[in-house]
């Protein structure tokens, strides 16, 4: 095969990836999108202040509801972290967000087994227990109190925003409140509470675009370029249990230098399952999207470089252990492995269920579309556009905000508010699109979670 043709046939490999997943990725984001426009994310902040049973199963209910990022749900996280709740609450919060999903695990039974899609919620299910576990005995008191004072009194000092006066808190509490004492079956018969849940959709995907791209692009060309000989020489094989500890270690890893998140690595998964990779170090591969190095960065940002060193350790051998967990207990119960596919998608269109159903998402896509283009914007602004990244930022909750040239702006995250400081070009209508309730990509994150902070660091 010359270069041209490798090439081709590793796009060729991606498109038809993503045409096998794409009814179930409109139909993941349009049900999370309508999930954070309708549940309240002040009843997290309440709901998450300390680490009992009780307080983590209500932590993984409120990620499993929420967008499937993994950038946003850090963000979020810091944000419910920074605001009283428990540590290790928030950090389960960020395994059920990312690993317990809808859109996740129907993009996983379609391009390798329905095995895989059931064994991310059973591994992410004993990953959040050894958590609750492990979290409490291994990151001292002390320094997350430190962290949690640090990261409150950046925000007394008004780093959010170099434009205001130190103390002053641009979050407006009451407004929230008053906006979510609605009941709930009014605003699901309100136009504007639709236009909101398709606005958080268009957030979820425009966050996620980048990270959906890379994935099946790479995806694609490890299926189709590299050899099975190169996988078996990097997956130890045919040793029993001892290639399986190697392979579940050795997947996070590879998720680590892979810099793709969520949903996006997903396509990567199935191209390491077809090269070699055993059962559980596919498993230990996709909880590895909270670990990746962007995100490290983020957590060092917020935590400070000693609890991301251990969240790094503790996060490394949970899923991996996780992993192994279950491809044994697979084996105990008698559930089948997939077998290994020989090409990943049928590389053609076909007249079959898939067709229909994709024909069926993009007519739903343009209706969401519709709405999100034809949103109800009378009355009180509620959103803003963020000018880096594109999403919308509930006004009353934006985690940061700068003023440039006479106008406020607001950012779903301080990564975001950063990026724009370093940018001169001109300024951006900080007012375009607003009330557009793709709330920033940090909070698109969780359910509509109008309270907590919002969070963000894409």
Not at 274 to 284: D, K, T, Y
Not at 427 to 432: H, L, M, V
Request: charge should be negative; include cysteine; glycine fraction near 8%.
């Amino acid at each position: 095969m010359n270069f041209f043709g490798g090439v081709w046939h590793g796009l060729d490999e991606a498109f038809f990836m993503f045409w096998e997943t794409l009814w179930a990725l409109v139909l993941g984001f349009a049900l999370s999108g309508a999930v954070q426009a309708f549940v309240s994310r002040t009843e997290m902040q309440q709901a998450l202040g300390d680490h009992s049973p009780r307080t983590l199963g209500k932590s993984s209910f409120f990620g499993m509801i929420s967008s499937s990022c993994s950038y946003a749900s850090s963000a979020l996280a810091k944000s419910l972290f920074s605001r009283g709740a428990d540590f290790t609450a928030a950090l389960v919060f960020m395994v059920a967000s990312t690993n317990l999903v809808v859109e996740l695990g129907i993009v996983l039974w379609l391009l390798i087994g329905w095995q895989f899609a059931l064994a991310e919620f059973v591994g992410g299910a004993i990953m959040i227990i050894l958590l609750g576990l492990v979290v409490p005995r291994v990151i001292p008191t002390a320094w997350i109190e430190r962290a949690r004072d640090n990261l409150n009194r950046d925000d007394a000092h008004g780093q959010a925003d170099p434009g205001q006066h130190p103390g002053h808190e641009h979050h407006t509490d009451g407004e929230a409140t008053e906006l979510e004492s609605e009941p709930l079956t009014r605003r699901l018969r309100s136009r504007r509470g639709w236009g909101d849940a398709s606005g958080y959709t268009i957030s979820d995907l425009s966050m996620l675009r980048k990270e959906l791209l890379i994935g099946f692009v790479v995806a694609g060309f490890l299926a189709a370029l590299v050899p099975t000989w190169f996988w078996q020489s990097i997956f130890l094989t045919g040793h029993g249990f001892a290639s399986s500890l190697e392979n579940v270690i050795i997947g996070p890893f590879l998720a680590i230098i892979s810099f793709v998140c969520s949903v996006g690595n997903v396509p990567l998964a199935a191209a390491l399952w077809q090269g070699g990779i055993s059962f559980g170090g596919v498993v230990s591969f996709v909880f590895a999207d909270l670990i990746t190095l962007p995100l490290l960065s983020i957590y060092r940002k917020y935590y400070g470089t000693a609890i991301t060193l251990r969240i790094l350790g503790v996060f490394w051998v949970v899923m991996s252990t996780a992993g192994l967990a279950v491809e044994y207990l697979f084996k105990a119960i008698r559930i089948p492995v997939p077998a290994r596919p020989t090409m990943i998608v049928h590389t053609g269109f076909q007249w079959n269920y898939t067709t229909v159903l994709n024909i069926l998402a993009l007519a739903g896509f343009a209706v969401i579309y519709w709405l999100y283009r034809h949103r109800d914007t009378s009355g009180p602004q509620q959103y803003a556009k963020d000018p880096t990244c594109g999403m919308q930022v509930e006004i009353a909750h934006a985690p940061a905000t700068r003023t440039r040239d006479g106008q406020k702006f607001y950012f779903c995250s301080d990564h975001c508010a950063h990026r724009f400081d370093a940018d001169t070009s001109p300024t951006p209508d900080a007012q375009s699109d607003i009330s557009c309730p793709a709330d920033d990509v940090a909070s698109t994150t969780t359910t509509r979670q109008r309270g907590a902070d919002h969070h963000g660091s894409h």
